[in-house]
């Protein structure tokens, strides 16, 4: 993330004056559709859209997984920052494939030269339009989800019209408590911040955790969006949160049920090859210097991601 101030690119995550110490995340700035019309202005096409993304990044990381279970990855090119986000925020490393721009920024302003707000990742490009579509994560997985199938022949549906209110009461729950709740740990600035976002994370993950024992997944026996969005935090929890944004009453290997939960979604085919445990140390430990100044990165820790996960038995 980051913002233009005075000409330079800066990393913003919260708003000290106006918030009163606690993170306050802003609203994504591009919000437009793919949709499988003949009159849309963004059809799906194979070949048209290119995806950047950072594997650090839990809001990322849920494009790429849905890139890859919907069968797009032949047909949505993908371009991965470095994990350092520093000075100028996002860093490409080598020029990108498009315009041969080496900052998320220059994106940015290649869609809108006037552009000074947040710089955020994942960004889906359209090479047609030369502009940004979305960079709004939970909007990119609903049309990978949906609106490629005609193109890919795959119909798996993670948001299904039978279980979509579930679903949406699970996401509007899970996201200010749990997704954003750890960054409202991490990034508090006094200590009653700070405690209200912890209490309210782990109350949300004690809730998880109950209903897992007799529910083989969020919305019941059939994996949803709403389980992917929870995993990208999940996975991160014990790596990062734990530690480095002092969530740190319970592991998730602590709690039984979201453990075995967690082990089950990893072993879903492809899914450990979208995630990346040094890029997401290096990032959060590496760049966040007001958190720790020292940038070391942590060695471990040791995750068991592989064993057998005993959800089999589980069903609803």
Request: glycine share 6%; proline share 4%; hydrophobic share 35%.
């Amino acid at each position: 993330m980051g913002k233009l101030v005075e000409g330079v690119w800066h990393d913003v995550w919260y708003d000290t004056k106006s918030s009163g110490g606690k993170f306050v995340r802003e609203d994504a700035g591009f919000r437009n559709w793919i949709r499988n019309l003949p009159d849309a202005q963004f059809q799906p096409e194979s070949g048209r859209y290119h995806l950047y993304v950072s594997l650090a990044c839990p809001w990322a990381h849920r494009t790429l997984i849905f890139r890859h279970l919907k069968g797009l990855e032949k047909h949505i090119d993908v371009t991965v920052v470095c994990p350092d986000m520093l000075g100028e925020g996002w860093e490409l490393g080598l020029p990108e494939p498009l315009f041969g721009h080496t900052r998320m920024h220059q994106i940015y302003t290649q869609a809108k030269p006037d552009y000074t707000g947040r710089v955020t990742v994942p960004v889906l490009w359209d090479k047609k339009t030369n502009t940004i579509v979305s960079n709004e994560s939970s909007e990119i997985i609903r049309m990978f989800n949906s609106e490629f199938n005609d193109l890919t022949g795959n119909r798996d549906d993670y948001y299904p019209h039978a279980l979509q209110s579930r679903v949406d009461e699970w996401n509007e729950f899970i996201y200010p408590n749990i997704n954003n709740g750890v960054y409202r740990c991490g990034f508090a600035t006094t200590q009653e911040a700070y405690e209200q976002a912890y209490e309210s994370l782990f109350s949300a993950l004690d809730k998880i955790d109950a209903h897992l024992a007799t529910s083989r997944y969020l919305a019941g026996n059939q994996i949803t969006e709403a389980d992917w969005r929870l995993f990208t935090t999940l996975i991160r929890f014990d790596a990062v949160y734990v530690g480095h944004f002092k969530c740190n009453k319970k592991r998730i290997t602590d709690y039984a049920n979201i453990q075995g939960y967690l082990k089950e979604l990893y072993q879903v085919d492809g899914i450990a090859e979208t995630t990346d445990f040094y890029h997401i140390k290096r990032h959060y430990y590496f760049s966040h210097t007001g958190i720790n100044p020292t940038q070391v990165v942590p060695v471990g820790p040791e995750l068991d991601l592989t064993s057998d996960h005993g959800r089999d038995a589980i069903t609803q």
